[in-house]
């Protein structure tokens, strides 16, 4: 499949009772019929790390493609800022959640009877091209490949570091590589559905 680019999502309140427009841009790549022997279904450009801004056009996109409604959201809390609770979506609140021991490279979509879709985030700063390589890659049929091996084909860093912030616990960088804190350690396989 041909990855999925669309232009910049257009920010929505997370308190806006109006869905997102399926057309609104969202830069995705994903496969139609997901292959569990792969560790990610497709892969997600996002233009910043605030999910409130970015996740209603994810939302959007994905439910158009996949002809399913979203549900639940999972993905790293330190990866992203300004993380709301629900997000409203075509009659429903999509809930998210957020964790500190899930792979902060990946996000999870959750449906009501179907397999959740894994995406590789492709942090936001990434140049046009790489991003654009990578969307493509995961298009294609990367069964049995690891996430360090997929973003080693891509040419993207294996892992995001943490940086502490002023509370103390830590914040992803984009461009990955050590700032301060300890980096996160690699996901072993698909992660787990968010509750």
Same mark, same amino acid.
């Given at each position: 499949?041909?990855?999925? =680019? =669309? #232009?910049?999502?257009?920010p *929505?309140?997370?308190?806006?009772p !109006?869905? @997102?427009?399926?057309?609104?841009?969202? $830069? *995705?790549?994903?496969? @139609?019929?997901?292959?569990?022997?792969?560790?990610?279904?497709?892969?997600?450009?996002?233009? #910043?790390?605030?999910?409130?801004?970015?996740?209603?056009?994810?939302?959007?996109?994905?439910?158009?493609?996949?002809?399913?409604?979203?549900? %639940?959201?999972?993905?790293?809390?330190?990866?992203?800022?300004?993380?709301?609770?629900?997000?409203? !979506? $075509?009659?429903?609140?999509? %809930?998210?959640?957020?964790?500190?021991?899930?792979d @902060? %490279?990946?996000?999870?979509?959750?449906?009501?009877?179907?397999? @959740?879709?894994?995406?590789?985030?492709?942090?936001?700063?990434?140049? /046009?091209?790489? /991003?654009?390589?990578?969307?493509?890659?995961? /298009?294609?049929?990367?069964a049995?490949?690891?996430?360090?091996?997929?973003?080693?084909?891509?040419?993207?860093?294996?892992?995001?570091?943490?940086?502490?912030?002023?509370?103390?616990?830590?914040?992803?960088?984009?461009?990955?590589?050590?700032?301060?804190?300890?980096? /996160?350690?690699?996901?072993?396989?698909?992660?787990?559905?968010?509750?």
């Amino acid at each position: 499949m041909t990855p999925t =680019l =669309l #232009s910049q999502p257009a920010p *929505l309140s997370p308190a806006s009772p !109006a869905a @997102p427009r399926a057309d609104c841009p969202v $830069r *995705l790549s994903l496969r @139609p019929v997901p292959n569990r022997r792969a560790v990610v279904d497709g892969a997600w450009w996002p233009s #910043s790390r605030d999910a409130a801004a970015e996740l209603p056009g994810l939302i959007a996109a994905v439910d158009r493609l996949l002809d399913r409604a979203t549900l %639940r959201i999972g993905l790293h809390g330190d990866a992203w800022q300004n993380i709301p609770r629900r997000i409203p !979506a $075509r009659g429903r609140q999509v %809930r998210i959640g957020w964790f500190r021991h899930t792979d @902060p %490279r990946v996000i999870t979509l959750s449906f009501a009877a179907d397999e @959740p879709v894994v995406l590789l985030i492709i942090p936001s700063g990434t140049a /046009a091209g790489t /991003a654009e390589a990578t969307l493509k890659l995961t /298009a294609q049929d990367i069964a049995g490949m690891s996430i360090d091996a997929i973003l080693t084909l891509a040419h993207l860093p294996a892992g995001p570091a943490a940086r502490a912030t002023a509370d103390g616990s830590a914040r992803w960088e984009d461009e990955g590589g050590p700032v301060t804190g300890q980096a /996160a350690q690699p996901s072993m396989g698909r992660p787990a559905p968010s509750p």
